[in-house]
């Protein structure tokens, strides 16, 4: 019912900014909640942040509390994370995803290809 594409990654030096964006073209968009997972090189995937489907929630793994911010559009059905002072350990692909949060718990269940970030020292 719902497919998601990510865009902005890219590189960066460390410190620096990056936003990266997930669209989601449907009509159900607004019922999801949204999350972005990545994954960096040798490692498994790894949950970054959520958000609840009104937008008044939101999640954060605590390497990325204080620097990263996610948040939505419902009406342009768009999700985002905005990522700040960032570092070389941020790099990885990053996939956005769609799902429930339950008891503070994002279970994802359609995920987008995935985008590079990279961060150079």
């Known amino acids: 019912q719902v497919q998601l594409v990510e865009s902005g990654g890219g590189l960066v030096q460390a410190g620096g900014s990056l936003r990266l964006s997930c669209a989601a073209p449907?009509?159900?968009?607004?019922?999801?909640?949204m999350g972005w997972f990545r994954q960096a090189p040798g490692k498994e995937r790894a949950f970054v942040s959520a958000?609840?489907?009104?937008?008044?929630?939101?999640y954060y793994a605590g390497s990325v509390k204080g620097r990263f911010t996610i948040s939505r559009d419902n009406a342009k059905n768009m999700v985002y994370l905005q990522m700040n002072s960032l570092k070389p350990e941020d790099t990885a692909v990053y996939y956005c995803?769609?799902?429930?949060?339950?008891?503070?718990?994002?279970?994802?269940?359609?995920w987008g290809q995935g985008t590079q970030v990279t961060v150079s020292s």
């Open positions: 995803a769609a799902g429930a949060i339950v008891a503070g718990t994002f279970d994802a269940g359609v």
């Open positions: 449907g009509r159900t968009f607004s019922t999801y909640a």
């Open positions: 958000i609840r489907w009104s937008g008044g929630t939101t």
